[in-house]
């Protein structure tokens, strides 16, 4: 199939959309769709430059990047060749206002990616904030807490697996949204981060973040404490 211009765009993000309906992560849903779409052998030099430059402006909205795949997307990006992709305006792919678009796009994510922080973890994950922000939103008017819970277990189950960061973050910020609501935080939940302690030796979360969880580990037990006094 030949792509044009939009159509790829829309179908790409598409994908990402269903692939975080899966349960993945935003970082991981990108690189799913790249792999899906992107054919070294048999993408046309347009469908490359559009798929290299889309999933780094997707990427781009992620707090930092891993170190390879910095290098790997800088390099791609920038051996984009502008007089190919310009063909594809006679064959219909796309016009020249989408091909300006294009080139200002590429220009404008190679100078984001260069100022963006480096990540020391390879695995395509839930980021810190990302965890919280969607769990939050599975509370907000939840009918039964319950059901919330074991739809939050059930969205990062594949995490616990290994990023135990993740795990103390989830049952973190389900102790905090249950507190918030007035709710029993459940035994599981306390003898899940009664402890405090979580392991950081793969550099999944950045030191800010670190520190900021044992914060919000440290108020959450010291809550239940005076709840149980």
Known sequence: MTWT???????????????????????????????????????????????????????????????LAKENYIRDLKSIDFEKVKKHIQSGQLNEKEFEELYSRR???????????????????????????????????????????????????????YKACAKKNVYTTIAENLIRQGERVPESIIDEIKDGYFDNSQFELAQEESQDLSKRITKVLEYLDILHQ
């Open 5 to 67: 211009y939009q159509e790829l765009i829309d179908s790409f993000i598409e994908e990402c959309d269903e692939y975080k309906s899966q349960h993945q992560s935003p970082s991981e849903a990108v690189s799913r769709a790249f792999d899906e779409n992107y054919s070294e052998s048999y993408s046309d030099d347009m469908e490359k430059a559009v798929l290299n430059v889309i999933s780094a402006e997707l990427k781009l909205k992620q707090p930092r990047i891993y170190k």
């Open 107 to 161: 220009n404008k994510v190679l100078v984001e990616l260069e100022k963006m922080p480096v990540d020391l973890c390879p695995k395509a994950r839930w980021f810190y904030n990302e965890i919280v922000d969607k769990i939050n939103t599975y509370f907000v008017g939840a009918e039964s807490v319950e059901d919330t819970i074991d739809h939050v277990m059930e969205c990062f189950e594949r995490e616990f697996r």
